[in-house]
Structure formats: C-alpha cells, structure tokens
C-alpha cells in the first residue's frame, strides 16, 4: 500500500492545489456497510480530528432520518442535498474526517470535489463478505436496500465499483477489524504527509 500511496501522494502534490496535505479533510468512500462510519470515527479519534458523517449532517440539516427523506422527498431530493453538503464541506472545511454515504461518490461533482480538496480512501470490501456480515446488520436501515432482490444488490455493488476505483488509496478490509483498518490509513496519511511535507 505505500508504494501505490506514494505515488498517489506525488499525484495528489503535482496537482498543486491550494490546501497542503496535511490541512486536506480525509474522505472515506466505499459500499454501504463497508464500514465508513465506524473507520472514520476511529481515525478522527486517533488523529485528533472532527468526524463529519455526511449522513447524520444531512439528516441535522434537513431534521428528518434518511429513511423518511427517501419516503416523503424522494431519492432525487435526498442526492441534491448530498451533493451540495459534500460540496459544501469540501471547499469550506480542512482537517476533517468524513465519512460519506455509499452512494454519494456515485455523483461527478461529488467526485471532483472530494479528489480536487481532500484525500480519498476506498474502503474496500468484497461482496461475498458483505453479502454475509454486513447485508444482514444494515439491511432495515438503508432504503436503497428496500424491496431488492439479493441479485439486484449484487448488481449495484459490482455497478457501483468503477466510481469508487477513482480514490487516492484502497484500504482491503477483508478479515481486518476497523480498529486495524483505522490504523493502516492513520499510518499511510502520516507516511505521505512525512514524505511530501515533511518540515511541517
Ligand atoms: N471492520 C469491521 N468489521 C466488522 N464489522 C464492521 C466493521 N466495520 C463496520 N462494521 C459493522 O458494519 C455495520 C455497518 O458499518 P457502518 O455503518 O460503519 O458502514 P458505512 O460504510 O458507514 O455504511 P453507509 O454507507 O450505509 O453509511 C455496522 O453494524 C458496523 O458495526
Ligand atoms: O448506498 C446508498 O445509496 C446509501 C447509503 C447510505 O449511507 C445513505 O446515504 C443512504 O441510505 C443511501
Ligand atoms: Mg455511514
């Protein structure tokens, strides 16, 4: 994971934005249930930070639980108000950890935003696993999951992919407990900072 994160990290330096690493929000991306919530929570923990969770900011900001935004506003409204709070944080925040929703990343601008201002990691899980451990500890809070077969979540997973493959470093999860896996991307942020800022 180094060598791919520092060539990462070169990439992310050449691009010559105005924030230094070391003041970029770190974003977390992956499938729903992979884990971006628990993670980001124990990366902020250890690095000091604030954790955003992008989906408790939506539910603040609009007073309403993601479930009953889909049932009364529909899922269009629900991607609008993603789109412009990630947008928001992005461009008005530093040193953050946040966690989006598993299928913000699935949006251009949310994309370019968070690759342009922040430092993105692909939590990534496999679907044998997920389909095992996490569909059955998510699959009555998350509306997009609601009255789909298992074949049609199977189809969003592998469809969902070639979005979350635009990132700055995949952390595998498979077998890793948060725990492990907060502290390999604490580990590989502090590896990049030390190599591309390293007087700081
Ligand atoms: N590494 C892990 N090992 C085992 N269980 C985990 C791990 N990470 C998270 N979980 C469990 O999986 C469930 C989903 O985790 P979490 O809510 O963090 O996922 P998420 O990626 O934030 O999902 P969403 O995209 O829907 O917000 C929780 O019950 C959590 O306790
Ligand atoms: O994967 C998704 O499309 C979603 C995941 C959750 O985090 C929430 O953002 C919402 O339930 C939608
Ligand atoms: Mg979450």
């Not at 180094?2 to 105005?18: H, M, P, S």
């Not at 935004?69 to 629900?78: L, N, S, T, V």
Request: with cysteine.
């Amino acid at each position: 994971m180094r060598c791919w994160l520092k060539e990462k990290g070169e990439f992310i330096v050449n691009r010559q934005t105005a924030i230094p690493l070391r003041e970029r929000n770190i974003i977390l991306i992956g499938f729903m249930g992979a884990g971006k919530t628990t993670i980001g929570q124990l990366v902020a923990k250890k690095l000091y930070r604030d954790f955003i969770d992008v989906d408790a900011e939506i539910e603040r900001r609009q007073g309403m639980s993601i479930p009953e935004i889909f049932a009364q506003k529909g899922e269009a409204y629900f991607r609008k108000v993603e789109r412009e709070i990630i947008i928001d944080l992005c461009t008005k925040t530093r040193l953050k950890i946040l966690s989006l929703g598993g299928g913000a990343y699935l949006q251009e601008e949310v994309r370019r935003a968070c690759l342009a201002h922040g430092i993105v990691f692909f939590l990534d899980l496999s679907w044998d696993q997920w389909k095992e451990e996490r569909l059955p500890l998510i699959v009555d809070s998350r509306p997009v999951l609601k009255n789909k077969t298992l074949e049609e979540v199977e189809q969003l997973f592998f469809q969902r992919q070639s979005a979350y493959a635009l990132h700055h470093s995949r952390v595998v999860l498979n077998e890793l407990e948060a725990e492990q896996a907060a502290q390999q991307i604490v580990e590989s942020i502090k590896w990049t900072w030390d190599v591309y800022e390293p007087n700081r």
